[in-house]
Protein backbone atom coordinates (compact mmCIF):
# COMPACT_ATOMS: atom_id res chain seq x y z
CA UNK A 1 0.00 0.00 0.00
CA UNK A 2 1.24 3.71 -0.75
CA UNK A 3 2.03 5.99 2.17
CA UNK A 4 -0.06 8.28 2.55
CA UNK A 5 0.26 11.84 1.24
CA UNK A 6 -1.41 14.90 3.02
CA UNK A 7 -4.26 16.28 0.90
CA UNK A 8 -4.08 20.21 0.61
CA UNK A 9 -6.64 21.36 -1.20
CA UNK A 10 -9.82 22.45 -0.15
CA UNK A 11 -11.15 18.87 0.81
CA UNK A 12 -8.41 18.96 3.61
CA UNK A 13 -9.77 22.12 5.59
CA UNK A 14 -13.32 20.00 5.99
CA UNK A 15 -11.27 16.93 6.96
CA UNK A 16 -9.01 19.47 9.48
CA UNK A 17 -11.92 20.97 10.97
CA UNK A 18 -12.00 17.74 12.65
CA UNK A 19 -8.21 18.05 14.34
CA UNK A 20 -8.76 22.31 14.57
CA UNK A 21 -11.95 21.21 17.07
CA UNK A 22 -10.47 18.12 18.77
CA UNK A 23 -7.71 20.68 19.66
CA UNK A 24 -10.57 23.63 21.08
CA UNK A 25 -11.36 20.78 23.00
CA UNK A 26 -14.78 19.98 21.40
CA UNK A 27 -14.90 16.36 21.85
CA UNK A 28 -14.05 16.82 25.46
CA UNK A 29 -16.89 14.34 27.22
CA UNK A 30 -15.37 15.33 30.52
CA UNK A 31 -18.53 17.89 31.93
CA UNK A 32 -21.08 16.12 29.63
CA UNK A 33 -24.22 14.07 31.00
CA UNK A 34 -23.02 10.23 30.09
CA UNK A 35 -25.99 10.11 27.18
CA UNK A 36 -24.15 13.12 25.78
CA UNK A 37 -20.82 12.42 26.46
CA UNK A 38 -21.45 8.98 24.48
CA UNK A 39 -23.12 10.55 21.86
CA UNK A 40 -20.07 12.75 21.31
CA UNK A 41 -17.77 9.46 21.22
CA UNK A 42 -19.17 7.82 18.64
CA UNK A 43 -19.36 10.85 16.79
CA UNK A 44 -15.54 11.22 17.26
CA UNK A 45 -15.60 7.50 16.10
CA UNK A 46 -17.37 7.67 12.86
CA UNK A 47 -15.09 11.00 11.97
CA UNK A 48 -12.08 8.66 12.63
CA UNK A 49 -13.42 5.81 10.34
CA UNK A 50 -13.81 8.50 7.79
CA UNK A 51 -10.43 9.59 8.25
CA UNK A 52 -9.45 6.04 7.73
CA UNK A 53 -11.53 5.47 4.59
CA UNK A 54 -10.04 8.87 2.88
CA UNK A 55 -6.73 7.69 3.55
CA UNK A 56 -7.31 4.32 1.30
CA UNK A 57 -9.75 6.59 -1.29
CA UNK A 58 -6.50 8.32 -1.84
CA UNK A 59 -4.91 5.50 -3.29
CA UNK A 60 -3.52 6.50 -6.90
CA UNK A 61 -4.08 3.53 -9.02
CA UNK A 62 -8.20 3.08 -8.91
CA UNK A 63 -9.55 1.92 -12.25
CA UNK A 64 -12.28 4.46 -11.25
CA UNK A 65 -10.14 7.30 -10.49
CA UNK A 66 -13.12 9.68 -10.19
CA UNK A 67 -15.20 7.60 -7.77
CA UNK A 68 -12.82 7.22 -5.58
CA UNK A 69 -12.16 11.08 -5.65
CA UNK A 70 -16.02 11.84 -5.52
CA UNK A 71 -16.06 9.54 -2.10
CA UNK A 72 -12.67 11.02 -1.49
CA UNK A 73 -15.16 14.25 -1.13
CA UNK A 74 -18.37 12.85 0.25
CA UNK A 75 -16.19 11.42 3.07
CA UNK A 76 -14.15 15.11 3.55
CA UNK A 77 -17.84 16.66 3.89
CA UNK A 78 -19.44 14.12 6.09
CA UNK A 79 -16.42 14.98 8.59
CA UNK A 80 -17.01 18.50 8.10
CA UNK A 81 -20.96 18.02 8.99
CA UNK A 82 -20.41 15.85 11.83
CA UNK A 83 -18.30 18.80 13.34
CA UNK A 84 -21.28 21.35 13.25
CA UNK A 85 -23.37 18.78 13.97
CA UNK A 86 -21.13 18.39 17.30
CA UNK A 87 -20.82 22.02 17.81
CA UNK A 88 -24.60 22.67 17.94
CA UNK A 89 -25.14 19.86 20.06
CA UNK A 90 -22.55 21.63 22.50
CA UNK A 91 -24.42 25.44 22.38
CA UNK A 92 -27.57 23.43 23.04
CA UNK A 93 -26.17 21.70 26.25
CA UNK A 94 -24.36 25.32 26.79
CA UNK A 95 -28.17 27.02 26.21
CA UNK A 96 -30.20 24.19 28.21
CA UNK A 97 -27.70 23.77 31.17
CA UNK A 98 -25.86 26.11 31.21
CA UNK A 99 -22.97 24.05 31.07
CA UNK A 100 -18.97 25.19 29.42
CA UNK A 101 -18.78 24.52 25.72
CA UNK A 102 -15.52 24.40 24.13
CA UNK A 103 -15.87 27.03 21.11
Not at 45 to 67: E, G, V
Not at 87 to 93: D, F, G, N
Request: aromatic content about 8%; proline content about 8%.
Amino acid sequence: MEPHTPDHGPRAAQSDAYTQAAQRGLFSTDTLPPAMAEELARYEQAILHLRAARHSLQWPFYTHADFASDQNRYCAESIGEIVQTVRALREHQQQTFGADAPP
